[in-house]
């Protein structure tokens, strides 16, 4: 199994152990916020605009701070 995954997502891995710290960690917020978006459902719409502005934030952060040239699609 771990080389099924491994031949899945190996580029990506490759890319994520060479980013440094900050980029790391601006990637897995990125990632976090995005999962809240596709999870949470709320009755009242200020909650639903905090998360919609959380994941803005953070893909913000993800374009300014990361290289994503380096990943293919």
Request: aromatic residues 12%; proline residues 4%.
């Amino acid at each position: 199994m771990k080389r099924g995954l491994m031949t899945l997502f190996g580029d990506q891995l490759r890319w994520f152990i060479r980013l440094n710290r900050k980029q790391r960690l601006c990637v897995l917020y990125f990632c976090l916020s995005f999962g809240i978006l596709l999870s949470v459902v709320f009755d009242h719409p200020l909650p639903e605009f905090l998360v919609v502005l959380n994941f803005g934030v953070s893909a913000r952060l993800i374009k300014r701070h990361v290289p994503l040239s380096a990943l293919e699609e």
